[in-house]
């Protein structure tokens, strides 16, 4: 059975960093995506950011460009988000989710929930930055 776990979250100054991580279980298939999400209270969730660990290439939303880094550990099966200096409102709850479609990072983080491949989720982890 395929599970995503997030963890990582947390309490974090504004300008400090702070490190997510979600843990990938269940299968084997090495060409997919992995996603992060987020999503702020009464709104729905966006796309910020993709790896896909088939090519490597990873894409990010204007909004965290420069500021996150997308990576993985294949032998932990983990994809990371790294935060650094984030900002108040990067305050929300992350998820990730694995992507199954062919399409490319950009694709998956623009069309954000609009898009069909996205076939697993993790329960989030939530972030709150302190100003």
């Known amino acids: 059975q395929v599970q995503l776990v997030e963890s990582g979250g947390g309490l974090v100054q504004a300008g400090g960093s702070l490190s997510l991580s979600c843990a990938i279980s269940?299968?084997?298939?090495?060409?997919?995506?992995i996603a992060w999400f987020r999503q702020f209270p009464g709104k729905q969730r966006e796309g910020i950011s993709c790896?896909?660990?088939?090519?490597?290439?990873?894409f990010y939303a204007d909004s965290v460009k420069g500021r996150f880094a997308i990576s993985r550990d294949p032998a932990k099966n983990t994809v990371y988000l790294q935060m650094n200096n984030p900002k108040p409102e990067d305050k929300a709850t992350y998820y990730c989710?694995?992507?199954?479609?062919?399409?490319?990072?950009?694709?998956?983080?623009?069309?954000?929930?609009?898009?069909?491949?996205?076939?697993?989720w993790g329960k989030g982890t939530p972030v709150t930055v302190d100003s």
């Open positions: 989710a694995k992507d199954s479609s062919p399409v490319p990072c950009q694709i998956v983080v623009s069309q954000g929930m609009n898009h069909n491949g996205l076939n697993y």
């Open positions: 269940g299968f084997t298939y090495d060409y997919y995506a």
């Open positions: 790896l896909h660990v088939g090519d490597g290439k990873s």
